[in-house]
């Protein structure tokens, strides 16, 4: 509810009932401190003693707040400036509110007075106005806000005790503090109303965003009484194949010609060398046809392929024993880990075919796994 907001009169009901004394509350066209044209309640009977006027708000529904703020902009006048005031005269003013399920409010009902009513302050001015300021038109407009709670049926109404002041109640807003919809973190916390409390701190579940989950704990958030997210637990983080966009609040899927192989915040790389993906949110890259890639291999590392046979071969020959040298392959097929296998079988006359060698035969450096250029075979005996 916002005073200020007003088109026509605002309706309050005041005590005493008009009419039955010249003391109420009296609803006057006023002027806020930009000149612009309001509805205002305002009361000065500052000679009578025993003041006990009150003006009631319209019901205002509470929406699922549980601590309520109200803001009120008022003008006081000074009591010393008065001439031949009486000592009763006042410069504060009472705020009260009233819970009920439903509009029921009546001139009587409830009654005027401190229980039924609940006292939320007593309301003073930072500064009052006298009848110099009066004269020069100077406005010495106060703001004071406060908040009550816990609050739980369906709305309520609030009032304005006046006790023997002279003041203007310019405006009154009404509001409660909530968090505001959010992604953060890789989640989705919707609005959430601030606690009971000041220092309540509501806890708030978020929801991944499309293509996100969690890591390690469910994640969550605090709204604390000011609306203000804080104490973020957890996260979410984009699925492998999906990287964060648009400052982490959406997770796209990697496009084609890029891969991300596990979940988190990295964005998407670029296929290898010799690779390709076959969809959008891959995970891996494929190899070319030709192409190829071990099982030790990372995902990051281009393929490659097989490569070209060693070169001059040289060999040398005696009764029992051989030496084998050799230069590397032209084209390593984009390997840096070539390594060479040395085949020994022995052939004999005739149609028999070739068997492997035998055991005796000894490799030096070894059989397999060559990274050197030569080798050195012993033992090895003639077939006639």
């Known amino acids: 509810m916002d005073s200020t907001t007003a088109t026509a009169e605002l309706g309050w009901t005041v005590y005493p009932v008009s009419g039955s004394s010249d003391n109420s509350w009296e609803e006057v066209s006023g002027y806020d401190e930009n000149m612009n044209t309001i509805r205002t309640y305002q009361v000065c009977n500052v000679f009578d003693t025993n003041q006990n006027n009150w003006v009631r708000t319209k019901y205002i529904r509470r929406r699922g707040a549980q601590r309520i703020h109200v803001e009120m902009k008022f003008s006081v006048r000074d009591c010393s400036s008065i ?38 302050d007593t309301i003073a001015a930072d500064e009052s106005f006298s009848q110099v300021d009066l004269g020069g038109r100077v406005m010495k407009i106060n703001t004071e806000v406060r908040s009550f709670g816990p609050v739980s049926r369906s709305g309520f109404y609030l009032a304005f005790q006046d006790y023997g002041g002279c003041m203007s109640l310019i405006a009154v807003r009404v509001f409660y503090r909530k968090c505001p919809r959010i992604i953060t973190n890789g989640a989705l916390f919707q609005e959430t109303l601030s606690g009971a409390e000041s220092t309540s701190l509501v806890a708030a579940r978020g929801v991944c965003i499309p293509n996100a989950e969690e890591v390690d704990v469910p994640i969550k958030l605090y709204c604390n009484g000011d609306g203000e997210w804080m104490v973020p637990i957890g996260r979410c983080m984009c699925k492998a194949g999906n990287e964060a966009v648009d400052n982490g609040t959406v997770c796209r899927a990697c496009p084609s010609g890029f891969f991300k192989p596990t979940q988190g915040d990295e964005p998407c790389m670029q296929c290898p060398i010799n690779s390709r993906t076959t969809s959008e949110g891959a995970i891996n890259c494929v190899c070319r046809s030709g192409y190829y890639r071990t099982d030790s291999d990372p995902l990051q590392m281009p393929c490659t392929t097989v490569p070209s046979a060693p070169q001059n071969v040289i060999s040398s020959v005696n009764e029992t024993s051989l030496m084998l040298e050799w230069t590397p392959p032209r084209d390593s097929g984009g390997r840096e880990d070539v390594v060479f296998n040395i085949i020994c079988k022995s052939c004999g006359g005739g149609r028999g075919g070739c068997t492997r060698c035998g055991d005796n035969v000894q490799f030096v450096p070894r059989q397999l796994g060559l990274t050197e250029s030569r080798v050195y075979i012993s033992d090895l005996y003639l077939v006639n």
């Open 83 to 120: 001439p031949n005031v009486p000592g009763s005269c006042k410069e504060t003013f009472n705020l009260y509110y009233y819970e009920s399920d439903a509009d029921t409010a009546t001139r009587t009902s409830p009654a005027w007075m401190e229980n039924p009513w609940i006292k939320v």
